[in-house]
T-cell receptor, first 114, second 109 residues
Framework: DVKVTQSSRYLVKRTGEKVFLECVQD?????MFWYRQDPGLGLRLIYF???????EKGDIPEGYSVSREKKERFSLILESASTNQTSMYLC?????????????FGPGTRLTVT | AQRVTQPEKLLSVFKGAPVELKCNYS??????LFWYVQYSRQRLQLLLR?????SIKGFTADLNKGETSFHLKKPFAQEEDSAMYYC???????????WGAGTKLIIKP
């Protein structure tokens, strides 16, 4: 069974704080993704990574950065948290194969910025 | 530009009634389409993909290239089908999925 874990289920941070969200997968997947999930907006891609130390911007990268130093771990960093970054954050991973690849999701981190 | 549209934010039907969740896509190439589901307090997971042409939990979805649609259907809804459903599109030479906004399905007893 593929397992994708996220470091926290719930997180409360203050405006201006630096926030780290960690994601680990145990299936040796090449691709990893960070999404925001907001009601009425669906899933929006923040960043993805197709290999160690490789990253690509998604649709909404502003205010975020990522780090992938090891294949199994993909970190999302909010350099200076703002209230409009209050959201559910989902991490996912997938194999680097044909386009018919399933994305496996973590349980999500609900971040509140006050 | 590639796009996935789920026109209904919320769909409410009675148990035993047929269900159809709509998904339309915009893409000029050969699409790969998926339905993902998120039950309450559970993680998002793949429900079905068009290429496998299988039925999962009684749900089916047919790709209609003429109408650029991939609607999800079930003939008799069950209460455990209540969940958030997302349609997603995979495009050429890209690892990404393009997601619809999601439809919340509520099955009334």
């Amino acid at each position: 069974d593929v397992k994708v874990t996220q470091s926290s289920r719930y997180l409360v941070k203050r405006t201006g704080e630096k926030v780290f969200l960690e994601c680990v997968q145990d299936m040796d997947h090449e691709n990893m993704f960070w999404y925001r999930q907001d009601p009425g907006l669906g899933l929006r891609l923040i960043y993805f990574s197709y290999d160690v130390k490789m990253k690509e911007k998604g649709d909404i990268p502003e205010g975020y950065s990522v780090s992938r130093e090891k294949k199994e771990r993909f970190s999302l960093i909010l350099e200076s948290a703002s209230t409009n970054q209050t959201s559910m954050y989902l991490c996912a991973s997938s194999l680097f194969q044909d386009r018919d690849y399933e994305q496996y999701f973590g349980p999500g981190t609900r971040l509140t910025v006050t | 530009a590639q796009r996935v549209t789920q026109p209904e934010k919320l769909l409410s039907v009675f148990k035993g009634a047929p269900v159809e969740l709509k998904c339309n896509y915009s893409y000029s190439g050969s699409p790969e389409l998926f339905w993902y589901v998120q039950y309450s307090r559970q993680r998002l997971q793949l429900l079905l993909r068009h290429i496998s042409r299988e039925s999962i939990k009684g749900f089916t979805a047919d790709l209609n290239k003429g109408e650029t649609s991939f609607h999800l259907k079930k003939p008799f809804a069950q209460e455990e089908d209540s969940a958030m459903y997302y349609c997603a599109l995979s495009v050429d030479s890209n690892y990404q999925l393009i997601w619809g906004a999601g439809t919340k399905l509520i099955i009334k007893p």
